[in-house]
C-alpha cells in the first residue's frame, strides 16, 4: 500500500488521527519538501519533531527524488506500506497526481489522507472561497526570464470580479545553471518569495502590459505562515502591503475581486 498523507500547514501536531495511524503501520516514511514546507520545518529541529511524534525515521524526497526516481519509492510498495507525507493535502501539487498514476499503473494500492491546504486556509481573512478565480504562481524573475503569463488569468478573475490567489515560488535544491552546464550539480540556496517581491514584480509586468489590470492602490491581502501559531494577515493597497514585514516563509498573496459587505467586514479587522 502506498499512503500519501496530507500534513496540514502548522507543525507536526496537524496531522490528522487517519494519517498519524497510517504512518506507524508504514516500514519506509517519506516526506516531500520542495512544493511547501511546514513552517517549523525550516528550523533545524524540525524533522526531529516529525520523526519523535510519529514514531518513525523520515527520508527526505526531493524534487529529484520524486520526478527522476519515484519507481523506486513504488517498487517499496509493491511488498510492504509505504508512507509519503505532503505538507498540505496530497493533491496541491500535480507531482502527486502523478505518482498515484504511477502507482495504479503498477497495480499498486493508493489510499490518501486529506488534510488543510493554503487553497482553503486562506478563507480566514473572510474572504469566501467560491468567490476565487484561477490560482496563478509567481515565479522569482531572473535578468533573462520574466514570465508574465499569470497576467491574464489575472486579468479574467477580475472581469468577472472574482479574487485571485498567488501562490509565490520557492527556490528549494535547484541546481545552478552553470553546474548543469559543467554536468556536476551544485544547488542554489534556498529562497522564499516574500509578499512584497510579489508585488514588485506584478507591479513590474503591469507597468510593461499597460491593461490597467490592477494597480498600486489595488487591495490585496498578505499572508504569511498559515496555520501556525504567529501567521500573520495584513489587508490592503499594494501600495501599502510594500511597507510591511512579514516575517518568515512562507508567503502567499490574494488579489481581491469585488467584495461582498460580509466580505469587507471581515477584511476591517486585517486592515492597516
Not at 514588485?200 to 509586468?205: D, I, N, P, R, S
Given at each position: ?200 514584480q506584478l507591479l513590474e509586468v503591469e507597468e510593461a502590459r499597460g491593461e490597467s489590470v490592477y494597480g498600486e492602490n489595488t487591495i490585496c491581502v498578505g499572508f504569511a505562515r498559515l496555520g ?32 461582498h459587505p460580509v466580505e469587507e467586514e471581515m477584511l476591517e479587522f486585517y486592515g492597516l
Amino acid at each position: 500500500m502506498l499512503y500519501i498523507i496530507g500534513l496540514g500547514l502548522g507543525d507536526e501536531k496537524d496531522i490528522t488521527l487517519k494519517g498519524l495511524e497510517a504512518v506507524k503501520k508504514c516500514s519506509k516514511v517519506y516526506m516531500e519538501a520542495y512544493t511547501s514546507l511546514l513552517s517549523f520545518g525550516l528550523s533545524p529541529n524540525g524533522l526531529s519533531n516529525l520523526e519523535n511524534l510519529y514514531g518513525r525515521s523520515i527520508a527526505i524526497a526531493d524534487r529529484e527524488m520524486v520526478e527522476e526516481k519515484a519507481d523506486d519509492i513504488l517498487n517499496e510498495a509493491q511488498s510492504s506500506d509505504v508512507a509519503f507525507l505532503v505538507v498540505g493535502d496530497p493533491f496541491g501539487a500535480t507531482t502527486h497526481t502523478d505518482l498515484v498514476v504511477r502507482a495504479k499503473k503498477l497495480g499498486v494500492e493508493v489510499k490518501v489522507v486529506h488534510n488543510a491546504s493554503v487553497m482553503n486556509a486562506v478563507g480566514v481573512c473572510g474572504l469566501q472561497l467560491y468567490h476565487y478565480g484561477e490560482t496563478v504562481s509567481i515565479p522569482f524573475f531572473t535578468e533573462t526570464w520574466r514570465p508574465d503569463s499569470f497576467y491574464e488569468k489575472i486579468r479574467e478573475n477580475r472581469k468577472l470580479g472574482l479574487h485571485t490567489l498567488c501562490l509565490l515560488d520557492i527556490r528549494v535544491k535547484e541546481p545552478t545553471i552553470e553546474s548543469l552546464c559543467r554536468g556536476k550539480k551544485q544547488y542554489e540556496p534556498a529562497r522564499f518569495m516574500t509578499v512584497n517581491t510579489a508585488i514588485e514584480q506584478l507591479l513590474e509586468v503591469e507597468e510593461a502590459r499597460g491593461e490597467s489590470v490592477y494597480g498600486e492602490n489595488t487591495i490585496c491581502v498578505g499572508f504569511a505562515r498559515l496555520g501556525s501559531e504567529d501567521q500573520k494577515v495584513v489587508a490592503g493597497s499594494m501600495k501599502q502591503l510594500l511597507t510591511i514585514d512579514f516575517g518568515a516563509p512562507l508567503h502567499c498573496l490574494v488579489i481581491v475581486g469585488k467584495t461582498h459587505p460580509v466580505e469587507e467586514e471581515m477584511l476591517e479587522f486585517y486592515g492597516l
